[in-house]
């Protein structure tokens, strides 16, 4: 039970969906399940390192271990244009340290042209069985 906390929903409207659908929206709060494990907070007492890359590493490490993880090292790349605007995709992460994430793409692609105008973006890995999930932000750069 959540307390204190004042829950607020939000909706994104898709800038190329028809507005003049008569489909009406489609409700699936119920299929929200309980994360597994007896405590659902987690502590700091948890923490492999408090070096963020040792972390990530150390669950990258467990995630790529994990039969039920395909792909461990998918991740969901979010970039803006340069009005500010953001767009998401998925894409493999080729290297990691302390000096960065490294992914392949071509720069003529969507996310190409938006990092050549806005060098900035987001990166998010979530693993499902683990219900892990790792943010990182920061400023792009050509390698
Ligand atoms: C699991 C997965 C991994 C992907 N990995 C890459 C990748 O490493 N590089 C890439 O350019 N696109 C990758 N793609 C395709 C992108 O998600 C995307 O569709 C494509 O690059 C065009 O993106 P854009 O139009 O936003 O630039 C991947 C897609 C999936 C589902």
């Not at 007492?45 to 790529?64: G, I």
């Not at 793409?105 to 892990?132: C, H, I, M, V």
Request: aromatic share 10%; proline share 5%; with cysteine.
């Amino acid at each position: 039970m959540l307390t204190g906390i004042a829950l607020r929903l939000f909706t994104v409207l898709p800038k190329h969906f028809s507005t003049s659908s008569a489909m009406a929206l489609v409700d699936v709060g119920g299929m929200r399940r309980d994360y597994p494990g007896e405590r659902a907070a987690f502590d700091v007492s948890d923490l492999a390192s408090r070096d963020p890359t040792r972390q990530f590493e150390a669950w990258f490490d467990s995630a790529k271990q994990d039969p039920k993880v395909e792909e461990a090292n998918a991740m969901c790349l979010s970039t803006a244009s340069a009005g500010g605007a953001p767009s998401s995709r998925m894409v493999l992460m080729k290297e990691f340290g302390p000096a960065g994430f490294v992914f392949f793409t071509n720069y003529g692609s969507r996310k190409g042209r938006e990092l050549e105008q806005n060098p900035r973006a987001a990166l998010l890995f979530y693993w499902e069985s683990s219900k892990r999930q790792v943010r990182i932000e920061g400023k792009v750069e050509k390698v």
